[in-house]
C-alpha cells in the first residue's frame, strides 16, 4: 500500500514538472524550477526594492525592468526611478545582491527567484545574476482575463557555460550604433553575456583609429563608430552585464587597412575598399618589421579602448596567395627555416600575442590560430567544426563553439538548438570538458543590412542562447519553440524589429499595393541555405539592394513549419487534424491568383511568381491526395508520375527562396502510395 502511495506521489510530481514545463514560457529554462499554487497579481501599488551591495547599474536595469512590466499591463506604477534609497522592505519585489559583479569571463550569474502570493524575493550573488534573474521574472508575467500576474513559482538558476556570446559582423554591411543597442537589450533578455563586435574585414575598416586615422578615413566609406561611440555602446552593453569583445582580423580578410597603409601589405598596392564576398589575397605581411611596429601603436590604443581582457584577432582564411608570390618572403621562409604558411602566420601570431601582453590582454582568435606553443590562455574560437575545440581541449586551450552556430546560414533553429559545444557522446574526459567555455552565435554580414538583419539573428538566437544556459538535457524541440515564438514577441518590446520590418518590406515589394497575399506566401518560403546564395550567378556586392522577396523572408518560417507538424501528427494517427491541413492548402490554392495582380504591379516581384504557382499546385496536389487517403484508394500510375515530376520542379528554387512545405505535401502522396 505505502508503495503504491509512493508511486502515486511520483506521478504526481512528474506530472508537476510537466506542467511546468507546458505553462511556463522561460527561455533559456532555469537549472531547477517548482511550481507552487496561487498567483502574485500585479496591482498599481508595485514596487521594487534593491538591497545589499550591488554595482550602480543595476539601479536603471531594474528601473527598466519596471517600465517594461508596466508597459505590458498598462499599470501605473507609483515609482520613479529605483535609486540606493529604495530599500523598503515592504517592497513588492525585493532584490538582495551581496556584491558588485565584474563583467568578466566567469564572475557568478546565479540568482535565485522565490515568488509568493505577496511577495517577490530575488536574490543573488552579484548584480549581474540579479539582470539574469529580472529577466526571468519578466518572462514568468502571465494574465487570465482581468489581472497581470506572477505564478507562485521557486527557480534556482546558473549558467551551464560561463561564456555565452552573440557575434555580429559590422563590416561587409555597417551596424549602426542603434542596431548594436537594440540587439545588446535582447543579447541580456535571453541571459547571454558576451558580444562579440567583427570591426575589420576586407569590405571595411569600422573604428576610429587617432595613431592611424586612414584606417577608418579611407578604409570605411564613411561608415565607423568613433571612440566616443565605441564607449557609449561598452557602456550600454557593461550596464547590461555583457562583455564586449573586439575582432581585429588579421592577417587575412585585411583589405580595408591597405587602403590607407598599402605598405604593409604583401603586395604591392594600391587598394580599394573591396565591394564583393569571399576569400580575399590582401595580407599583411608578416616579415617587415613596420608591421610589428603599426600594431604596437594600433594595439595599445585599441586594448586602452577596449576594456575586456580578451582581444580577438580572427586569424581566418588567409590563403596565402600575396605570400607564396612575394619572393622576399619566400627569402625569409627560407632564412627562418619556415616551410609552409602556417607556420608563418604562426610566426606572425606569436608577435602579435607578444604585444597585446604587453598591453595586458589575452588573446582569442578562429580555430586557425591553434598551434602547439601557444600559452595555455589563448582561447580557440571553433568556426570549422567541433573538432578544432576538442582538439584545443585535449592539448589545454580553452575554447568556444561557433561551428553549427552560424544564423548567417538561414538554416533551422532546432539545428542549432541541438548542437552543443560539449554533446552527449563527447569523447572528452571530464578535466576535458571544463575548457569548453561555452559558444557563439555569428551573425555574418553578407546578406543582411540594418533592416533585417534582426530577422537572421531573431529568434533563434534565444534558442542557442538555451543551449549556453540551460541544463544540457534540455532538449524538448516542440517545447523549444512554442517558447521560442512567445520569447519572440517579447523581443519587440526592445526594439527588435524582425516582425515589424518585414511588414514594412512586404509593403515596398508592393509598391505599396495589397500585401496580404505576399505575406501567405513569404510566410512558407525561406532564403537558401548554407552558402548557396553566393553561387546563383547572381553577383553580389556590398552596395547591391538587400531588399528582395528573398531578404524579407526569414529562416525557419513558423508557418511552414507548423503545416508540417501538422501533416507528420495527421499520418501518426491524428486524423481529425485533416480539416486543419485542407483549410491550409485551400488558402494557398486560392492565394495564387490574387498575388498575380500584387505581381503585374510591382516587377521586382516577378522572379517568385513561379513559387506562388507551385504553391497553387502543391496544395491542390495535397487536397487531391487526401481526398485518396479518405477513400483509401491508390493513385493512379500517370497521375503518381506526373506528381513526381512535379514534386521536383516544387523543391527548386526562385528568387533565391525556396518552398519550405514540399516535404510535407511529398509525405501525403507516400502515404497515399
Ligand atoms: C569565418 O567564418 N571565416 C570565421
Request: net charge neutral; charged share 25%; glycine share 6%.
Amino acid at each position: 500500500m505505502k508503495r503504491l502511495l509512493y508511486l502515486a506521489l511520483f506521478i504526481i510530481i512528474l506530472a508537476g514538472a510537466n506542467m511546468t514545463s507546458q505553462t511556463l514560457n522561460l527561455m533559456p529554462v532555469p537549472e531547477k524550477i517548482s511550481s507552487g499554487n496561487g498567483k502574485f497579481i500585479l496591482t498599481h501599488s508595485f514596487d521594487i526594492a534593491i538591497t545589499g551591495k550591488a554595482d550602480k547599474r543595476i539601479y536603471p536595469y531594474a528601473t527598466r525592468v519596471l517600465r517594461r512590466l508596466s508597459g505590458r499591463t498598462g499599470l501605473f506604477f507609483p515609482q520613479d526611478n529605483i535609486t540606493e534609497k529604495s530599500t523598503a522592505d515592504t517592497a513588492d519585489c525585493i532584490i538582495s545582491i551581496e556584491q558588485p559583479g565584474k563583467v568578466l569571463l566567469n564572475e557568478d550569474e546565479s540568482y535565485s527567484l522565490q515568488v509568493s502570493k505577496n511577495k517577490i524575493l530575488l536574490k543573488a550573488k552579484t548584480d549581474l545574476g540579479a539582470m539574469r534573474g529580472m529577466e526571468t521574472l519578466l518572462q514568468l508575467l502571465q494574465n487570465d482575463e482581468s489581472t497581470y500576474f506572477i505564478p507562485v513559482v521557486t527557480i534556482q538558476d546558473k549558467p551551464r557555460f560561463p561564456w555565452r556570446g552573440l557575434m555580429i559582423d559590422a563590416c561587409r554591411h555597417f551596424m549602426p550604433v542603434e542596431v548594436i543597442k537594440r540587439n545588446l537589450d535582447a543579447t541580456a533578455a535571453v541571459k547571454l553575456n558576451v558580444f562579440h563586435w567583427h570591426l575589420s574585414e576586407d569590405q571595411g575598416f569600422r573604428v576610429e583609429c587617432k595613431a592611424f586615422p586612414k584606417l577608418h578615413q579611407l578604409g570605411s566609406d564613411g561608415l565607423y563608430y568613433t571612440q566616443a561611440q565605441i564607449k557609449e555602446i561598452l557602456v550600454y552593453a557593461e550596464d547590461r552585464g555583457i562583455r564586449v569583445i573586439p575582432e581585429f582580423d588579421i592577417p587575412g580578410h585585411s583589405t580595408s587597412w591597405f587602403v590607407g597603409y598599402p605598405e604593409l601589405a604583401s603586395a604591392s598596392g594600391p587598394y580599394t575598399i573591396e565591394r564583393q564576398w569571399g576569400v580575399f589575397d590582401p595580407t599583411f605581411n608578416p616579415t617587415i618589421e613596420e608591421t610589428y611596429k603599426f600594431f604596437d601603436a594600433f594595439f595599445k590604443e585599441m586594448c586602452e579602448l577596449f576594456p575586456d581582457e580578451y582581444m580577438h584577432i580572427g586569424g581566418d582564411e588567409n590563403n596565402g596567395h600575396q605570400w607564396n608570390k612575394n619572393e622576399q618572403i619566400q627569402k625569409f621562409m627560407k632564412e627562418n627555416g619556415l616551410k609552409t604558411n602556417h607556420d608563418l602566420q604562426t610566426l606572425f601570431n606569436k608577435r602579435i600575442l607578444a604585444i597585446l601582453t604587453k598591453y595586458g590582454k589575452k588573446m582569442i582568435g578562429w580555430d586557425e590560430i591553434l598551434q602547439p606553443d601557444l600559452p595555455k590562455n589563448v582561447v580557440i574560437q571553433s568556426w570549422r567544426g567541433t573538432e578544432a575545440l576538442a582538439k584545443a581541449a585535449q592539448q589545454g586551450y580553452m575554447g568556444i563553439l561557433s561551428s553549427g552556430y552560424y544564423i548567417d546560414l538561414n538554416q533551422s533553429t532546432d539545428y542549432h538548438y541541438l548542437n552543443d559545444p560539449v554533446p552527449a557522446d563527447s569523447k572528452l574526459s571530464d578535466a576535458e570538458k571544463k575548457f569548453v567555455l561555452g559558444g557563439e552565435a555569428t551573425m555574418w554580414a553578407e546578406f543582411v543590412v540594418p533592416e533585417n538583419v534582426d530577422s537572421r539573428i531573431w529568434p533563434r538566437t534565444a534558442a542557442i542562447a538555451e543551449r549556453f544556459w540551460s541544463p544540457a538535457n534540455v532538449r524538448d524541440v516542440d517545447d523549444m519553440y512554442r517558447r521560442l515564438d512567445r520569447v519572440n514577441f517579447q523581443l519587440e518590446e526592445l526594439g527588435i524589429t524582425n516582425t515589424k520590418n518585414q511588414e514594412m518590406m512586404l509593403r515596398r515589394l508592393t509598391n505599396n499595393g495589397e500585401t496580404a497575399s505576399l505575406k501567405t506566401l513569404v510566410d512558407v518560403i525561406e532564403p537558401v541555405k548554407i552558402y548557396t546564395r553566393h553561387n546563383y550567378g547572381v553577383k553580389y556586392y556590398s552596395y547591391s539592394p538587400y531588399t528582395r522577396v528573398v531578404d524579407a523572408a526569414v529562416p525557419d518560417a513558423p508557418e511552414a513549419r507548423k503545416f508540417r507538424k501538422l501533416v507528420d501528427e495527421f499520418l501518426n494517427g491524428k486524423k481529425e487534424l485533416r480539416k486543419d491541413i485542407a483549410a491550409q492548402l485551400n488558402l494557398w490554392k486560392n492565394n495564387h491568383e490574387k498575388l498575380v495582380q500584387t505581381i503585374k504591379l510591382s516587377p521586382i516581384l516577378k522572379e517568385i511568381e513561379p513559387l506562388s504557382l507551385n504553391l497553387k499546385l502543391l496544395s491542390e496536389t495535397g487536397l487531391e491526395t487526401l481526398s485518396l487517403l479518405d477513400k483509401k484508394q491508390k493513385p493512379k500510375e500517370d497521375w503518381l508520375k506526373a506528381t513526381d515530376k512535379f514534386l521536383l520542379e516544387a523543391k527548386k528554387s526562385y528568387g533565391q527562396t525556396e518552398l519550405m512545405i514540399v516535404s510535407a505535401v511529398e509525405k501525403l502522396v507516400k502515404t497515399a502510395k
